[in-house]
């Protein structure tokens, strides 16, 4: 009788601390889970933020663009692409750019192109490119010949229209 009663105790022994072993390998596993989650929540916001500074770049391109319809037609060339000196439509345009687009003052300027029609299609062809580094891009400080070179791309919005003569 003794001798059982000595195997239940070895029993109990080599089972002693398991529960605890179980425990731990629980909260392992919820704490696995809450990393995860987490990670998912930060790339979410990052999907936010991305996206807001899409919409800012389409409604700063567009912006430029419907400026372009109302000006005269004879001087978009000269007033708005980017060869463009000091004070004009495009010197304002890229500074607007700048202040609501992260990283995109600097290297990163908009470019413009304004390519006069040939006939016999009417209107003027104009090309918008925005270019931004977002917050933590990790390619903030290039220029947009730099990232290129090394293989890193700016974030950008490119939008072509033509601009027709309003008279």
Known sequence: MTRRRHRSTHRADAQRG?????????????AFGIIGLLGLEARALQNVDDAQYRSEAVALANSYIGQMWTADQTTLSANFSDT???GTPYDEFKNVVGGRLPGASGGLVPRVTVTPAVAPTPGTQVTV?????????GTQALTAGQAST??????????????NSTN
């Open 129 to 137: 490119t925005i270019m931004w580094n977002p917050p933590g891009g």
């Open 18 to 30: 398991s529960f605890l072993l179980e425990a731990l390998v629980a909260i392992l596993i919820v």
């Open 84 to 86: 463009a000196g000091v």
């Open 150 to 163: 090394l293989g890193k791309v700016a974030h950008q919005y490119v939008a072509t229209a033509t601009v």
